[in-house]
């Protein structure tokens, strides 16, 4: 029996970590999507997420300067997009 729902909280990627600095955003979610693990879990489970301040980096607060628009607009695309309507 799967699960009836998976929440991911935040921390989905972490933009922030070292071996991230030299990789776009898009390219952290690549890898997230491809992840055999991650994509067997997200293909009959339903998702709801949220994004913290890694997905834009270490201790953001809050600011709508960059790096905030790709950050956000990948983790929309990749993530945002699957959750729930209603």
Do not use: C, Q
């Not at 955003?25 to 301040?53: H, I, K, Q, R, V």
């Not at 950050?71 to 699957?82: D, K, M, P, Q, T």
Request: charge should be negative; aromatic fraction near 16%.
């Amino acid at each position: 029996m799967g699960a009836d729902l998976f929440m991911l909280i935040g921390d989905a990627v972490y933009s922030d970590m070292p071996w991230a600095m030299f990789r776009k955003y898009e390219a952290l979610y690549l890898a997230l999507m491809g992840d055999t693990y991650f994509a067997a879990l997200t293909a009959n489970t339903p998702l709801l997420t949220m994004y913290d301040d890694h997905e834009v980096g270490n201790n953001w607060m809050s600011g709508t300067a960059p790096p905030y628009p790709s950050a956000i607009g990948n983790w929309s695309w990749f993530l945002g997009a699957r959750n729930p309507t209603r």
